[in-house]
Structure formats: C-alpha cells, structure tokens
C-alpha cells in the first residue's frame, strides 16, 4: 500500500511528543532486508520526519518478518523500550507496521493505556488516533493493508494451483539441501567472528548501523554487489556476535537486529 499511512499518538497535544524517538523499519524477505532498498527509504521517510519535528532518532529496530505475522522480537523489544521511556515509535507506512487491522488497534489501545508516547506513522502525520475521527482514518487504512495482504496470498495460491495443473513439480525434498543450509550458516558464523575485533568497539561507541557499514567498506567488507553491507546484513552479523540489543553511549540508547 504505496499511500496508505497515518498518525498514531496517545498524547493529546502533538507539541508535547517526546524529543526521543524509536523507529521501527520492517521489510518482508531476507532479498529486501539484503538491498537494502526497502530500509532506506523507509529510514528516509522517518529522518526527514524527526527533523521537521526536532525529535532525534534514539534506537532503530530492523525486523525482516511479514506483516500478517504479530509475534515480531524486534517490535516487542521496540514496544518495550517506548514503555519504559514513553518514548514514541515512528514507522515510515502503517503496513511496516503490520497488515492486520485489528492488531493496529490493539497496540493503539495499549499505547494510551500504558502511557507510551505512542506511533508516528509518516505518509500521514496529521492523524490523531486519540480523537473518534482519527481512530477511523487509522481504521479504514489498516483493513486496506489487511486486504492487500490477503489479495496477495490469495494470487499465489491461485499461481501455485495454475502451476501444478501443467505438471510443474512444486517444492519436494532436495537431496543435501540441508547439509549446504547447515554449511552456508558456519560460514556466516565464521565470517561474522572475524569481524567481532572490529564491530565490539563500534556496538560500544554507539555508531548507527551505516556507520558501521562504511567502517566495514574501509576495510574491504563488502556486500556480493561491491557495495557497503545494508543495514539488514549488520544486524544479522551482530545478532550471530551476541551483539545486538546492547546498550550503546551517545544518542543511541539501544541497537536491535
């Protein structure tokens, strides 16, 4: 839903919202999460946002999940921090933060009840959920996310079916498919130790993911493209050194894979 988005906030005056924000980006599949593409703009979107408001982006959390899904760590750890700090949470869309209406409401309910500084939702920051109207827009916008989520489940069955009537071979156990799997994630393991001499003092500095990134780039870590690593690919690399949801110094209370 390219222009579906809103405004969340449990604080009645929006002059009063919280200098300190929590921004929460989420893309579908690890392809997205690896170019890096989809976390950009939506990064984008919720930076040029915190400086129209003065706010400063305190914490990012990057989750690679489906939207349908809403047992999410990383949205859980968000929602915790934002509970703790009342502090709120900005998303770049409202279908980042999930395509099921009635978990939308559900966390528009929890945010005014446990005092949370509540959601900023970018494409529409004018939308107060606080007020009858408000809880309609953010409503209407999160079935429509629903109803895409579903239309798009419902075309690849739909695909899948087409298929299989032609005799395409659908899926089936591979022969040494897992032993590779197994293989390809000790490598990732091996590689990301080597970096643990490197990337230890920058969890530590508080460097956001892209500074990371361009060190990394310094010193001819690179992604397969030639590029420097996307902000996806850091926080798998921190999450296989333990290193992610420390807590950091400066402005970046906490880095989550």
């Known amino acids: 839903m390219e222009q579906a988005a809103g405004c969340l906030l449990s604080l009645h005056d929006r002059s009063l919202s919280p200098v ?6 989420r893309v579908s599949t690890d392809r997205q999460g690896n170019s890096g593409l989809g976390l950009e703009a939506q990064r984008a979107k919720v930076e040029v946002m915190a400086s129209e408001r003065g706010a400063v982006i305190a914490a990012e959390f990057v989750e690679v999940e489906s939207g ?13 921090q934002a509970r703790a700090e009342k502090a709120v949470i900005a998303v770049a869309k409202i279908d ?3 395509r099921d209406a009635g978990f939308v409401l559900k966390l528009a309910n929890e945010a005014e009840k446990n005092g949370m500084g509540g959601f900023i939702f970018c494409d529409l920051p004018d939308i107060d959920a606080t007020t009858s109207a408000g809880r309609m827009v953010l409503t209407m916008m999160a079935s429509v996310a629903e109803f895409e989520a579903r239309r798009i489940s419902e075309r690849t069955k739909e695909a ?12 089936g156990y591979r022969e040494g498919a897992a032993q590779k799997a197994s293989e390809r994630k000790q490598k990732a393991i091996a590689e990301a130790e080597g970096l643990r001499g490197v990337l230890e003092p920058m969890v530590c500095a508080g460097l956001s993911y ?3 990134a361009d060190a990394l780039a310094g010193v001819g870590k690179l992604s397969s493209t030639g590029k420097p690593l996307a902000p996806a690919q850091i926080g798998r690399i921190l999450q296989r050194l333990g290193l992610s ?13």
């Open 20 to 25: 300190r924000w929590l921004a929460y980006y």
């Open 68 to 80: 349908r899904k809403n047992d999410r760590p990383q949205l859980a750890a968000a929602l915790a």
């Open 96 to 98: 980042r933060l999930a």
């Open 160 to 171: 899948l079916a087409a298929a299989k009537a032609r005799g395409v071979c659908l899926g």
């Open 210 to 212: 892209r500074a990371m």
């Open 245 to 257: 949801g420390k807590l950091l110094g400066g402005d970046q209370a906490w880095v989550a894979a």
